[in-house]
């Protein structure tokens, strides 16, 4: 009589245990999925901002907008870093990825068009 309670309790826990698997199963896939499109998309959004020929006078008319109370009327950094030669020390990708994604706080992360982005790359070369 053991044996038949004991075996109904193995099935019911592997019931139980298969059911969790497939849930996480389940959960981890979404979250890749969910990745996977968030990355593809940051992806467009580099390789179209790349393909444009910023203007370097628009770039810095956004940045006195939108930089100077961290990096400085002239880029040489307040609360931000110093601006001038970024370009040497980043490729255009990683500047790209920390002004839409503000990877070092305090920084906050820009919504920018790839026009405008292309813009202020331009500018931050023009720093060199």
Known sequence: MSTSSSTAAER???REFLKIAFMTFGILLICFSIFFVKHQENNNYIIETLKLNGSA???DALFKINCVGCHGITARGLVGPDLH???QRLNDKEIIKQVTGGLTPPMPSFEI???NMSNLLKYLHSLE
């Open 85 to 87: 030669s970024i370009t």
């Open 113 to 115: 068009d790839p026009v």
């Open 57 to 59: 006078e628009e770039g």
């Open 12 to 14: 019911d826990f592997k």
